[in-house]
């Protein structure tokens, strides 16, 4: 299990916004446990901090945009796409307007600013929603589309489509975030000549040049609109006659406005708030679609919060039956863990089957046999001496004792046929003996029992 990161130490990039034309300054800082992505408007009175999540987005219209109340902070998708690849969980921006600085229309400069200050792991466990089931939002209205299917990696591929002779139709792939620095990071968001004037009306792309995006121009227009056009943005006049790409450094890749697109999607992703494991499939997407797909997502995970952990049975236990009887006390008919699945430095799952043949079926209900919930807590309580016994160095020798059991739940029976999945993570690190722990216990992805112990570990009189 990963633990979280921020950034070592604080950086700060200047430059100007995109639609706004201000020259702006944000800095990166480091940020404790659990804090997530937050931006802060330092040049307002009350420095006012916006969560960066995708439901507080109020506006996607060429740019992600953050709100709260009045407040707003626009273009973040590439500081949040840079913070997401380079591993990031919990950072506080402070920016000195509305908008991030565009810098050369990409990515780079923020990736190459974190890796420049570096990442430091932190003591929280880093919280990834696995994906296990095809999931699909479609926008009707435009035919975009994005779909995220279970993968071991997070990994993206994005298809755009356009009316254009130039981009008609292309497509850009990245497999793991281990690509990003150098195929996705260094792509430039573009524009098409016919937008222009539209954005310009809109009060947008004030700071727009030929040095920060990517100019698509593929539909003539005279010359008189286009040297206009050109004056408006304070870019050399071009030949209206010459079509093709205007801007002044060329393109990175044939294919860069898809990577782009890509990187947006990643910069979209990050305001979901946890990190993601699937393979995302993007069909004409854009900011908008990208902020309606995660906060889908978000949903799901607050309705699926704690995930089952992965269980294949035909995998090699870390600890088999035999293994569990050199440590734990307990004999039939009381001990009530099967093998030992997965085990870190503070975590454990475990795994117990559940017989028609156990004995307290006799008497729990003859007629409806139901797993007694305290047999189910005591299962749990196994699992976590376990988890306990295996930080000494002989652990045949201790033994441990319950002290609390908090805050039980149970969610569902337990029934014959069961399989019980068990996962139990140390609250806080163990100290003089003492080890408190959170537990879930699972069957297939639904949970079935929680509870919180608090247990101690102690040397075996001997005999």
């Known amino acids: 299990?990963?633990?979280?990161?921020?950034?070592?130490?604080?950086?700060?990039?200047?430059?100007?916004?995109?639609?706004?034309?201000?020259?702006?300054?944000?800095?990166?800082?480091?940020?404790?446990?659990?804090?997530?992505?937050?931006?802060?408007?330092?040049?307002?009175?009350?420095?006012?901090?916006?969560?960066?999540?995708?439901?507080?987005?109020?506006?996607?219209?060429?740019?992600?945009?953050?709100?709260?109340?009045?407040?707003?902070?626009?273009?973040?998708?590439?500081?949040?796409a840079a913070l997401y690849a380079a591993d990031v969980d919990n950072c506080l921006i402070q920016v000195n307007g509305p908008e991030f600085p565009i810098l050369d229309g990409s990515a780079i400069d923020y990736y190459d600013e974190v890796?420049?200050?570096?990442?430091?792991?932190?003591?929280a466990i880093r919280d990834v929603y696995v994906i296990k089931h095809k999931s699909e939002f479609v926008d009707e209205e435009t035919g975009a589309s994005i779909t995220i299917l279970p993968d071991e990696n997070f990994s993206i591929i994005t298809m755009l489509e356009f009316d254009s002779h130039y981009i008609p139709n292309q497509y850009a792939t990245m497999g793991s975030l281990s690509e990003f620095a150098t195929e996705i990071a260094p792509s430039r968001t573009?524009?098409?000549?016919?937008?222009?004037?539209?954005?310009?009306?809109?009060?947008?792309?004030?700071?727009?040049?030929?040095?920060?995006?990517?100019?698509?121009?593929?539909?003539?227009?005279?010359?008189?609109?286009?040297?206009?056009?050109?004056?408006?943005?304070?870019?050399?006049?071009?030949?209206?006659?010459?079509?093709?790409?205007?801007?002044n450094k060329p393109l990175v890749w044939d294919n860069e406005p898809a990577r782009h697109?890509?990187?947006?999607?990643?910069?979209?992703?990050?305001?979901i708030g946890k990190r993601i494991q699937g393979r995302i499939?993007?069909?004409?997407?854009?900011?908008?679609?990208n902020n309606k797909f995660a906060r889908q997502l978000r949903k799901e995970i607050r309705q699926h919060e704690i995930q089952a952990p992965a269980y294949d049975c035909n995998e090699t236990p870390v600890m088999d039956v035999n293994r569990i009887?050199?440590?734990?006390?307990?004999?039939?008919?009381?001990l009530l863990v099967d093998k030992i699945i997965e085990i870190g430095s503070n975590y454990i799952v475990g795994v117990k089957n559940v017989s028609g043949n156990e004995p307290f079926f006799q008497g729990h209900f003859p007629k409806e046999p139901v797993m007694p919930g305290v047999l189910q807590v005591e299962a749990m309580a196994q699992v976590g001496g376990l988890l306990v016994?295996?930080?000494?160095?002989?652990?045949?020798?201790?033994?441990?004792?319950?002290?609390?059991?908090?805050?039980?739940?149970?969610?569902?029976?337990?029934?014959?046929?069961?399989?019980?999945?068990?996962?139990?993570?140390?609250?806080?690190?163990?100290?003089?003996?003492?080890?408190?722990?959170?537990?879930?216990?699972?069957?297939?992805?639904?949970?079935?029992?929680?509870?919180?112990?608090?247990?101690q570990i102690a040397k075996n009189k001997q005999q």
């Open 1 to 80: 299990m990963l633990k979280q990161k921020t950034i070592k130490e604080s950086f700060t990039l200047s430059g100007k916004g995109l639609h706004t034309g201000l020259n702006l300054t944000v800095t990166f800082n480091p940020a404790p446990t659990g804090h997530g992505y937050k931006i802060q408007r330092v040049d307002l009175p009350e420095q006012p901090v916006i969560d960066a999540n995708a439901d507080n987005v109020v506006e996607t219209t060429r740019g992600t945009v953050v709100g709260k109340g009045e407040v707003k902070v626009s273009t973040i998708e590439h500081a949040m």
């Open 115 to 123: 890796m420049r200050v570096g990442v430091a792991d932190q003591e």
């Open 190 to 247: 573009f524009v098409f000549v016919r937008e222009v004037e539209p954005l310009l009306s809109a009060g947008l792309i004030k700071g727009g040049d030929l040095n920060n995006a990517i100019v698509i121009y593929e539909r003539k227009i005279t010359q008189d609109k286009l040297d206009k056009l050109a004056d408006a943005l304070s870019v050399p006049h071009k030949d209206a006659n010459v079509l093709g790409y205007l801007n």
């Open 261 to 271: 697109k890509l990187l947006d999607i990643i910069g979209d992703i990050a305001l």
């Open 281 to 289: 499939i993007a069909r004409k997407p854009g900011h908008k679609i």
């Open 325 to 334: 009887r050199e440590l734990l006390p307990h004999r039939y008919p009381f």
């Open 389 to 455: 016994l295996n930080s000494v160095e002989d652990p045949q020798n201790y033994s441990t004792y319950f002290m609390k059991i908090d805050a039980v739940k149970f969610r569902q029976k337990v029934v014959p046929g069961d399989t019980l999945v068990f996962k139990l993570e140390l609250i806080s690190p163990i100290r003089r003996g003492i080890a408190t722990m959170q537990g879930y216990a699972f069957v297939g992805e639904k949970m079935v029992c929680e509870a919180q112990f608090m247990a």
